[in-house]
């Protein structure tokens, strides 16, 4: 299974986007879907994630707290990022994957399914 993003573009500083992240195939295992960003010249960071369990406990780079939401609606099977009060630093190809197993949160090397990333670019 693949992820696939949606919903990047440009917007003014102080504006808002929505993220959108859905698989592309069946059934998997999941432990959390989480997202991550990399801009020009710069290693990719993990932003947030999401538990997939009943808690849907959430996590947050300290970089996008109380600005960035994620959520969950699992009807759709689709995870959201809501993105408010945008700076030109969040400017980045945002990719969000699933990370399959119980871990360390954050950790790049636990993820998998990435998707191809959606571009997201923040102007003065």
């Known amino acids: 299974v693949q992820f696939v993003e949606s919903g990047g573009g440009l917007v003014q500083a102080g504006g808002s986007l929505r993220l959108s992240c859905a698989p592309s195939?069946?059934?998997?295992?999941?432990?959390?879907v989480g997202w991550f960003r990399q801009a020009p010249g710069k290693e990719r960071e993990w932003v947030s994630e999401?538990?997939?369990?009943?808690?849907?406990?959430?996590y947050y780079a300290d970089s996008v707290k109380g600005r960035f939401t994620i959520s969950r609606d699992n009807a759709k099977s689709t995870v959201y990022l809501q993105m408010d009060s945008l700076k030109p630093e969040d400017t980045a190809v945002y990719y969000c994957?699933?990370?399959?197993?119980?871990?360390?949160?954050?950790?790049?090397?636990?993820?998998?399914?990435w998707g191809q990333g959606t571009q997201v670019t923040v102007s003065l």
């Open positions: 994957a699933n990370r399959p197993w119980p871990g360390v949160v954050g950790d790049i090397n636990e993820y998998d399914s």
């Open positions: 999401i538990s997939s369990g009943s808690s849907g406990s959430t």
């Open positions: 195939g069946s059934t998997f295992n999941s432990a959390a």
